[in-house]
């Protein structure tokens, strides 16, 4: 398959330490006296609407299937529905879209997925036990070749299907339907059928037919927060609450260089849970111990991915303190380039990063890990990608907002012409809009605070304190 998840690595905490950056990471807060220009505000407008359409514009109109790449995507990522659900809110707030265009849009997708055939069989079907499949034919649904049934992107498709439940709370027949088929479809995932036999509590990565369940299971700290919650959190098939003790046990903390925090190398798995969580003053036993929030780690691990491009120990060109961001995504190819005791390796679709035991790089610097992590460090991203905009322009920016990746050693000359890539991708499309306004409004967290699944999964795990108490 073209993309695969992580696997359950286990990774420590890459920390680097660069002048007056310390403190601010160390606090996870915003720059003191840093303030956005109306510039840069007006940048952020067009970025949002840009993106929007992507999800308005690509959608198969007969079933709401995102594709997972566009263009040229016959196959639609699961976990992209499931941010598009999100998006389409947002635009209402917007105004890219009308109430009722949203509505309609978000009733066709939520009625098509409930009635899509849930089977065993290795055939058509698009999921089994209330689990998708993580690649679906745009055209009908039906599994992609042999892609596995998904956890995680199961549980981002659950993350956007409830927040429509939340924001569609009006008393008409569509907002009643949209309710209902939401609810149906989170309250049907079995989550404790995907326990990882070797491992349980933890829940395995995916299944497929042919095969069973896959050997890897979600264990240390990644975007399988996301997963945990909403599945301690089923009102009809919860997992049972020592799971987040059991997974936060498998993290590993490292105190050195200034920079505290539980890592995870590619940015997406800071950002994907806190899409939809607000986690700014809320703490399980783990982060109590630490003194610090999950949104505090964040903002530590988004200074640390720029920090080392700003270090840039392979001598990448471009890199710097406006040039930077690794996280998984597209790449010019699995190419390696010349023919020197040490060749230089490139590679396609990666999840690039870099962190103690983790080292990804390849020169490619994708948007979405900056555009992703604006709530965390507004005033390193925003600049970032204003210069993303402004100096890459066409090349980097499209009728769709940024495309997903570029690498501006390729091919390896002295003088690169370099590789821009011509695709978007739903996965990484997704972050960088519903994390733009997060930052602007805090719409999507407010939204999810509202579900009452999404409370019950957080105290489950023994998260305390801010919004949740009250």
């Known amino acids: 398959m073209r993309r695969l998840n992580i696997t359950s690595v286990i990774l420590l905490p890459f920390l680097l330490v660069i002048g007056p950056l310390v403190s601010l990471a160390s606090a996870g807060t915003s720059q003191a006296g840093w303030k956005i220009t109306r510039q840069q505000k007006m940048f952020l407008d067009d970025l949002q609407r840009d993106t929007f359409r992507f999800f308005w514009k690509t959608a198969n109109p007969l079933n709401g299937l995102i594709p997972d790449h566009f263009p040229g995507g016959e196959y639609s990522s699961i976990g992209g529905v499931g941010f598009a659900l999100t998006v389409y809110p947002e635009g209402v707030r917007n105004h890219y879209v009308t109430r009722a265009q949203a509505a309609e849009r978000t009733l066709r997708t939520l009625k098509f997925l409930y009635n899509a055939p849930q089977s065993d069989a290795p055939g058509t079907a698009s999921g089994y036990k209330g689990f998708f499949y993580h690649f679906l034919r745009m055209d009908n649904g039906a599994r992609y ?119 995870f190398g590619p940015l997406f798995g800071h950002q994907y849970s806190q899409v939809w969580i607000d986690f700014r003053g809320i703490r399980d036993a783990y982060m109590r111990s630490k003194g610090i929030d999950y949104f505090i780690n964040s903002t530590r691990a988004v200074y640390a991915n720029r920090a080392y491009c700003i270090e840039n120990p392979n001598r990448w060109l471009g890199y710097g303190d406006l040039v930077w961001g690794l996280t ?42 900056v555009g992703g992590s604006v ?23 499209g009728r769709y907002g940024f495309k997903d990746a570029f690498n501006l050693s390729y091919p390896g000359s002295s003088k690169p012409t370099g590789w821009f890539d011509n695709q978007y991708l739903a996965i990484d499309q997704g972050p960088i809009l519903l994390m733009v306004e997060n930052y602007r409004t ?29």
Not at 183 to 192: A, E, G, H, K, T
Not at 345 to 353: N, P, Q, T
Not at 384 to 394: E, M, N, P
């Open 145 to 263: 070749e042999k892609s596995e049934l998904s956890t995680i992107d199961t549980a981002l498709l659950m993350a956007g299907v409830l927040a429509s439940k939340s924001y569609f709370d009006g008393s008409g027949s569509v907002e009643t339907e949209i309710r209902s088929y939401a609810d149906s479809l989170y309250r049907r995932v079995d989550w404790p059928w995907a326990y990882s036999k070797k491992h349980k509590p933890l829940l395995s990565m995916g299944w497929t037919p042919e095969d069973g369940f896959i050997q890897y299971h979600w264990a240390g700290y990644s975007e399988a927060m996301i997963l945990y919650i909403l599945a301690m959190g089923s009102p009809t098939h919860p997992i049972d609450g020592s799971t987040w003790t059991r997974w936060t046990s498998t993290y590993q903390w490292s105190d050195g260089c200034g920079l505290p925090h539980v890592d």
């Open 328 to 369: 998984a995504s597209d790449g010019p190819g699995e190419t390696t380039v010349g023919k020197t005791v040490t060749p230089v390796v490139f590679h396609a679709y990666w999840a690039r990063g870099s962190c103690v035991g983790y080292k990804r790089d390849d020169g490619t610097v994708s948007p979405t890990a």
């Open 375 to 397: 709530p965390f460090a507004p005033e390193i991203t925003i600049p970032t990608l204003d210069y993303f905009r402004t100096h890459f322009d066409r090349k980097l920016y």
């Open 442 to 470: 805090g719409f999507v967290w407010d939204l999810m605070k509202k579900d009452p699944s999404i409370k019950k999964g957080l105290k489950q795990a023994g998260f305390t304190g801010g919004w949740l108490n009250n």
